[in-house]
């Protein structure tokens, strides 16, 4: 059980360029999210999907897309990448009740 | 919506000391409650959490936490801090009802002098 997997672990990207940030879980749970971690700022939602076939926006969507693919993956695109989206990137599934959720290792990015 | 505020940003302790991390919550309703660590270069691990029921909770590492809706907080504590304890320490409240999307605090940064 390999729980939440994300690649790349690492990337630097020269700005404007793009590329997607894969996250897979093998838990069977409905719900996935994306986050961002910056100093000082804890985590902030940037989309999220409740079950397969839908997203939403969270708190700073600006600049991201995603794509739930099936149950098991959600990617998240970065179109045109800028150095405020310079961050760590976490991928996250939940559990139904309790709610309880799983936490991938992160993808660090820095975009220059 | 419901809003977390974890007060201090870094705490200093020497090893074998006693740890109290605070936590402040806004949420309407009765909420859900989770402490999480997160060591340098790592995801998010999952210390404890609180749903229901007996407002001492019990986690993993030695940590507890009681939820106190009196005061809308959810300290984390460990009696005596070992120096692996060192890391970054997040609260997050989940409503209980509606959409699940939890929101975080910003962090307290925990450093342990041995």
């Known amino acids: 059980n390999a729980g939440v997997t994300q690649t790349p672990k690492f990337q630097v990207l020269k700005t404007g360029q793009s590329m997607t940030l894969q996250c897979a879980q093998d838990?069977?749970?409905?719900?996935m999210y994306w986050y961002r971690q910056d100093p000082g700022m804890g985590l902030r939602l940037i989309y999220y999907?409740?079950?397969?076939?839908?997203?939403d926006k969270g708190e700073v969507p600006n600049g991201y897309n995603v794509s739930r693919l099936n149950k098991r993956e959600f990617s998240l695109r970065l179109e045109s990448a800028a150095p405020s989206q310079t961050s760590v990137y976490f991928c996250a599934s939940l559990r139904g009740r309790p709610y309880e959720q799983y936490f991938g290792p992160g993808t660090r990015l820095t975009v220059t | 919506a419901q809003s977390v505020t974890q007060p201090d940003i870094h705490i200093t302790v020497s090893e074998g000391a006693s740890l109290e991390l605070r936590c402040n919550y806004s949420y309407g309703a009765t909420p859900y409650l989770f402490w999480y660590v997160q060591s340098p270069g790592q995801g998010l691990q999952l210390l404890l959490k609180?749903?229901?029921?007996?407002?001492l909770v019990q986690g993993i590492k030695g940590f507890e936490a009681e939820f106190k809706r009196s005061q809308s907080s959810f300290n984390l504590r460990k009696p005596s801090v070992h120096w692996s304890d060192a890391a970054e320490y997040f609260c997050a409240v989940g409503a209980s009802q509606g959409s699940y999307i939890p929101t975080f605090g910003r962090g307290t940064s925990l450093i342990v002098h041995p």
């Open positions: 609180y749903f229901s029921g007996d407002t």
């Open positions: 999907s409740a079950s397969e076939g839908t997203t």
């Open positions: 838990m069977n749970h409905n719900s």
